[in-house]
């Protein structure tokens, strides 16, 4: 098993996309359009997540000739994915919040004017 895959933004988009609801598998295309990335940013990964046990994939299972098109690959968390992803977003959560910002002057650069006002 791989170590889980850090969590960046891409990683995050994705993992918040699947733990809307984890017991429903989705094909890439859907999970992409739903977090804003296209495949050379999507499929990497999902197949780090994966390789991580994170994540489970199946072939979608219909006769290409019937429904007109290719078979699906679907991706679902399994429930360790789903604590990885829970632990991970909430983490993310905690670090963007500006209630953890200690900076005494929060947007504010010395030296530089204050809006509307001369320099400080």
Request: net charge positive; proline share 12%; charged share 20%.
């Amino acid at each position: 098993m791989a170590d889980p895959p850090r969590p960046t933004m891409n990683v995050l988009r994705i993992l918040r996309i699947l733990l809307e609801d984890p017991t429903t598998p989705r094909h890439g295309l859907e999970i992409g359009l739903a977090a804003g990335l296209r495949g050379g940013s999507l499929y990497p990964v999902l197949s780090k997540l994966e390789d991580a046990k994170l994540v489970t994939s199946t072939w979608e299972d219909v006769d290409p000739s019937e429904v007109g098109r290719p078979r699906r690959r679907l991706y679902r968390l399994n429930p360790n994915g789903v604590a990885f992803a829970r632990q991970a977003l909430a983490e993310a959560r905690q670090q963007l919040s500006p209630a953890d910002q200690h900076a005494p002057a929060w947007g504010h650069i010395p030296g530089f004017p204050a809006k509307g006002g001369a320099p400080a």
